[in-house]
């Protein structure tokens, strides 16, 4: 069975960058600047406050586990009033051991490990649109100890290490989406596939990119009616069917032209059009550059970042 979800994690291509130990004691706050990269923590002890932008206030236990795709600005506290220490993600310095908030010396009332990572694909604004903003579980002691596996590996220097921190970050977030609850506020594909009739949709499409979808034929494999499946698909998944086919295609087709594998005919094939000009004109209207072009730029890009890694 196709399954949706983990072909969304893995066009995200997730890469490990950073992650970290945490504690604090006494009177502390932070306040972090929007950061726009996935974050994650997982509180290992005691109880602190997380209040991210935008969404309610919650109070973080031992075991508790939060992800943020896409990392707005939150502020993380104790119990006490605190003025926030402001942190720019984007310019401050990695510490070398555990951060300590509040009072220094004695036990601290919460020790939590997380960090953050980046996500690969030239599509991931709108990958990550179709995920939660704030997803936060309690009670998944597998999800703690994955960060840990996380952070563990991200000390070490052993050959496979950003290989095996990709696989490990790749297993945490399918993880953390599938044990979502059924039913999120917001729309998108966790949303979509908690609907039987939407996900049967959704499991088609990408069952089978390549076949001419319509909105009728659509509407049939979700067992509803045009009308009722357009607006339910809509309101469950938060963009229009047809949007969503052509933007999932796109993100193949970026992938398959950035692997520099197969001639353009044959990309155009595998995700449904009749040739390779058809491809071309929807390409370059979607992304705003020939196929051609971005298949260059992505190769340039790419031996760029692999002559800098080589010589770092």
Known sequence: MIDPLSQVIQLLRPRAVF?????????????YAEFGQPGFCAVTEGRCCLAVD?????????????????TPAFTMSGFEPATPVRIDPRTASPPDGEVRYGRADGPPDVRQFGGYFSFG????????????????IRGIPRLTQLV?????????????RELILERL????????????????????????LADPRIAAALRSMHG???RTWTIPQLAREAGMSRSAFFERFVRVVGVRPMEYLLAWRMAIAKKLL???????????????????????????????????????????HGEAAHAFQAWN
């Not at 953390?176 to 594909?189: D, M, W």
Request: glycine share 10%.
């Open 121 to 136: 694909s030239p599509d991931a604004a709108f990958l990550v649109s179709l995920l939660p903003r704030m997803i936060h």
């Open 208 to 210: 089978d990119v390549q």
């Open 169 to 192: 970050v790749e297993i945490l977030l399918i993880e953390a989406l599938r044990v979502v609850p059924p039913e999120p506020a917001e729309p998108g594909i966790l949303r979509g």
């Open 19 to 31: 992650s970290k130990g945490i504690s604090g004691a006494g009177r502390w706050a932070v306040r």
């Open 54 to 70: 935008g969404e309610a206030p919650v109070v973080l236990e031992e075991g508790d586990f939060v992800l943020l795709p896409a």
């Open 258 to 300: 950035r692997d520099g594998e197969i001639a353009l005919d044959e990309v155009a094939r595998r995700i449904g059009y009749g040739s390779a000009s058809t491809f071309s004109t929807a390409f370059s209207r979607h992304v705003g550059v020939p196929p051609g072009r971005f298949m260059r730029s992505s190769v340039s």
């Open 148 to 160: 840990r596996l996380v952070g563990d590996e991200a000390k070490r220097e052993d050959m496979g």
